[in-house]
């Protein structure tokens, strides 16, 4: 019984300790998102190219979706898949579609994964606080289009 007690004990202080450092983990404001999401539109204008914006935080949940005219309704999903593909793998997505297209076909097994260009994470002080998707155009494009939002804030 003593036993199970002090597990349990060291099992709330380790949750204490888990929620203490998730609280002071660095969050984007939405004012970075809005500057994040202002220059991916403004490159995405620069060629006439109708995309979906989508910014989620650290933990995959949606704080900004913009939806250009014209862009397709589909690319509203895509976008968002986008984004937490990058946040829940800690990487762009053209590492996926570049290990597809070298034949690894097994990435397409694991969960939450799009193999195609357009997801960056959003890295601050070496941790991923963040991502953004978009879709519209060519996965290569929509890849220049996140990376511009990812770059105004360096």
């Not at 500057?35 to 914006?53: F, H, P, S």
Request: glycine share 10%; proline share 2%.
């Amino acid at each position: 019984m003593l036993r199970k007690l002090s597990l349990l004990m060291m099992l709330v202080v380790m949750a204490g300790m888990s929620a203490f450092a998730q609280s002071n983990q660095r969050t984007l404001t939405l004012e970075e998102v809005k500057v994040m999401a202002k220059a991916a539109e403004d490159r995405a204008r620069q060629d006439n190219w109708n995309v979906v914006i989508a910014i989620v935080d650290g933990g995959g949940h949606l704080l900004f979706l913009q939806r250009m005219d014209g862009a397709q309704i589909a690319s509203i999903e895509v976008a968002q898949k986008k984004a937490k593909a990058a946040i829940f793998y800690k990487r762009p997505t053209k590492v996926f579609e570049d290990g597809l297209k070298a034949g690894n076909q097994g990435l397409m097994l694991l969960p939450d994964v799009i193999a195609s260009e357009g997801g960056v994470p959003i890295i601050h002080d070496g941790q991923v606080i963040g991502a953004i998707g978009v879709s519209g155009v060519t996965s290569a494009q929509d890849g220049i289009i996140a990376t511009a939002g990812v770059d105004v804030l360096q």
